[in-house]
T-cell receptor
């Protein structure tokens, strides 16, 4: 089967660091994406990993381990505006299909 | 720069009524186009994708259909809506071709409520 698992909700404090985990089991793998989605809005692209390791982009970093079917998104120096849902998505090989997880709702408190 | 438009932004329809949602992309040619549905608290479910005019691939058997009458126009339709069709419908595009994995760019979405 195909499955992407993420925690449903997380809460963190402004200025802190938070790590959002994602595990996946898919038939074929051609990259893992993280998207941010504010309530009622469309998802926006954050990061992409296709090889193992860490990709850093400003306050956001994403890690991938293909052998473990595992990724995480790391958010540093949290700001109130980071309160949103974070979607983990896996692109399958041989086509255009991307499987999305249900998302993790992050609440940033003062 | 590329932009993607969807309309309407919100829609309330009775069960059994027809549906037509439209998506257009500007600033790119021959994009890959996608329709997703997001139920409350759920992930995005891919409904249809298209790699060119008149080329539609369906991912989920249901009472919905899609058409691509023009290069940058993607339409989602239904002849008779069901209660279970309620959700947030998102159109997305990605650059053409399969040689490079690209992120998808999403439109603003249509929130559909079927009563």
């Amino acid at each position: 089967g195909q499955n992407i698992d993420q925690p449903t909700e997380m809460t963190a404090t402004e200025g802190a660091i938070v790590q959002i985990n994602c595990t996946y089991q898919t038939s074929g793998f051609n990259g893992l994406f993280w998207y941010q989605q504010h309530a009622g809005e469309a998802p926006t692209f954050l990061s992409y990993n296709v090889l193992d390791g860490l990709e850093e982009k400003g306050r956001f970093s994403s890690f991938l381990s293909r052998s473990k079917g595992y990724s995480y998104l790391l958010l540093k120096e949290l700001q109130m505006k980071d309160s949103a849902s974070y979607l983990c998505a896996v692109r399958k090989t041989g086509g255009f299909k991307t499987i999305f997880g249900a998302g993790t709702r992050l609440f940033v408190k003062a | 720069s590329q932009t993607i438009h969807q309309w309407p932004a919100t829609l309330v329809q009775p069960v059994g009524s027809p549906l037509s949602l439209e998506c257009t992309v500007e600033g790119t040619s021959n994009p890959n186009l996608y329709w997703y549905r997001q139920a409350a608290g759920r992930g995005l479910q891919l409904l249809f994708y298209s790699v060119g005019i008149g080329q539609i691939s369906s991912e989920v058997p249901q009472n919905l259909s899609a058409s691509r009458p023009q290069d940058r126009q993607f339409i989602l339709s239904s002849k008779k809506l069901l209660l279970s069709d309620s959700g947030f419908y998102l159109c997305a595009w990605s650059p053409p071709g399969l040689s490079k994995v690209e992120e998808q760019f999403f439109g603003p979405g249509t929130r559909l409520t079927v009563l």
